[in-house]
């Protein structure tokens, strides 16, 4: 099944330590994306990947890192969290990053930063 | 700039009643327009699409046009079920540009 997969679905912690939302996708798509969804304010896009090493920033990157070694996966790091990213997050993946193709999203990651 | 507004919800509806949910955009170029829904706990998915002016984008008995000339996307189904609460996006991509640009959601609610 073509599916985004993210981990964890739901994670608690603290200011300061370091996390890491794994996003892995099984379609071989070369266009991956975070998103971050807040109240009144839509998603709103955090980094994303044309390719494999690939990345540049989107509207919303501070206090955030991403890397792309492999084609499948595209992993959001906290180096250092925060309350104000207390979120639902969102990652995606398309075959290319050009208009007409629909975006795969995951099921979503909820963090709460305390 | 480039932008999405919707109308602001919850949207609350009676099942078989008919549904409108409004959407305008800012763009500079010739978006692709989208509308996304997101069920509860689950990620968004791709409602419909169109890609360029007059095209209407249709599934699952809710259609969209693509107007270029009032810059809209209004989302409409003819008669709502239970099954169709949940959150819905409207969102635009242009070329070149490397995201979806996304309304702020409106939340549907139909009752029985």
């Known amino acids: 099944e073509a599916q985004v997969t993210q981990n964890p679905r739901y994670l608690i912690t603290v200011t300061g330590k370091k996390l890491t939302v794994t996003c892995s996708q099984n379609?071989?798509?070369?266009?991956m994306s975070w998103y971050r969804q807040d109240p009144g304010l839509g998603l709103r896009q955090i980094y994303y990947?044309?390719?494999?090493?690939?990345?540049d920033k989107g509207d919303v990157p501070e206090g955030y890192k991403v890397s792309r070694k492999e084609k499948r996966n595209f992993p959001l790091i906290l180096e250092s969290p925060s309350p104000n990213q207390t979120s639902l997050y969102f990652c995606?993946?398309?075959?290319?990053?050009?208009?007409?193709?629909?975006?795969?999203f995951g099921d979503g990651t909820r963090l709460s930063i305390l | 700039g480039n932008s999405v507004t919707q109308m602001e919800g919850p949207v609350t509806l009676s099942e078989e009643a008919f549904l409108t949910i409004n959407c305008t955009y800012t763009?500079?170029?010739?978006?692709?327009l989208f509308w996304y829904v997101q069920y509860p706990g689950e990620g968004l998915q791709l409602l419909l699409k169109?890609?360029?002016?007059?095209d209407k984008g249709s599934n699952k008995g809710f259609e969209a046009t693509y107007r270029k000339e009032t810059t809209s996307f209004h989302l409409e189904k003819g008669s709502v079920q239970v099954s169709d609460s949940a959150v819905y996006f409207c969102?635009?991509?242009?070329?070149?540009?490397?995201?979806?640009?996304f309304g702020t959601g409106t939340r549907l609610l139909v009752s029985p």
């Open positions: 995606a993946s398309s075959p290319q990053s050009y208009s007409n193709q629909p975006q795969h």
């Open positions: 169109a890609t360029k002016a007059d």
């Open positions: 763009a500079t170029g010739y978006p692709s």
């Open positions: 969102a635009l991509n242009i070329p070149g540009f490397q995201k979806l640009v």
């Open positions: 990947s044309m390719n494999v090493e690939v990345t």
């Open positions: 379609m071989n798509h070369e266009y």
